[in-house]
Structure formats: structure tokens, C-alpha cells
């Protein structure tokens, strides 16, 4: 049988050990919390920077949109303006058409 000054030895290795083993494992728990705190902490950073840029695209394509329709009418009056060069284009042809009749004929009565 072992005696008393044996058992309170065990007793106070085991304790010991004990103590060491839990504060490793809180140590290993502290380590990991801190790990996973730098990962939230960066993936928060991410997604905010995310979130800025999708407000910075979101502006772009209002202006865009504002553009357009500030365009809109300048590209009908373009239009408006490029149909009516045509047609004057059609009455310069015929008019010089019609300017090389008459000099045929002027030609013919000379």
C-alpha cells in the first residue's frame, strides 16, 4: 500500500500536468480565436471594399444613363441634320443634272 506522502506526490503531478495540459489547450483556443478574429477582420475589410466599389459602379452607371439621355437628343438632332444634308445632296445632283441639260442645249444652239 503506498503511504500518504506518496499519494499527495501523485496527486500534485497529476495536478501539475493537469494544469499544464488545460492551459495548453486555452492557449491553443486563445491562438485560434485570434487566427479566425485576423481572418473576419480581413474578410470584413474585403467585402467593405467590395461594397465601395459596387457603390462607385453603381454611380458610374447612373451617370451613364443621365449621359445618355443628354445625348439622346443631341444624337437627334444629328440625325435630323444628316437627313437633311442628304436631301440637299439629292438637289445638288440634280441640279447638276439639270445644269449640264442646259449646257447641252446652249451648246447645241451655238
Known amino acids: 500500500m503506498a503511504n500518504r506522502e506518496d499519494v499527495q506526490e501523485l496527486t500534485r503531478y497529476l495536478s501539475e500536468n493537469i494544469a499544464v495540459y488545460v492551459g495548453t489547450e486555452l ?3 486563445m491562438e ?3 487566427l479566425l478574429d485576423k481572418v473576419l477582420n480581413k474578410l470584413v475589410t474585403k467585402y467593405d471594399d467590395m461594397k465601395k466599389e459596387g457603390t462607385t459602379l453603381v454611380q458610374f452607371a447612373d451617370q451613364m444613363k443621365q449621359n445618355e439621355k443628354m445625348l439622346e437628343s443631341q444624337m437627334q438632332c444629328i440625325d435630323e441634320v444628316d437627313e437633311e444634308l442628304t436631301e440637299l445632296e ?3 445632283d440634280q441640279l447638276q443634272l439639270y ?3 442646259l449646257h447641252t442645249k446652249f451648246a447645241e444652239m451655238a
Open 99 to 101: 445644269a449640264q441639260r
Open 27 to 29: 492557449q491553443g483556443s
Open 32 to 34: 485560434r480565436t485570434q
Open 90 to 92: 439629292d438637289m445638288v
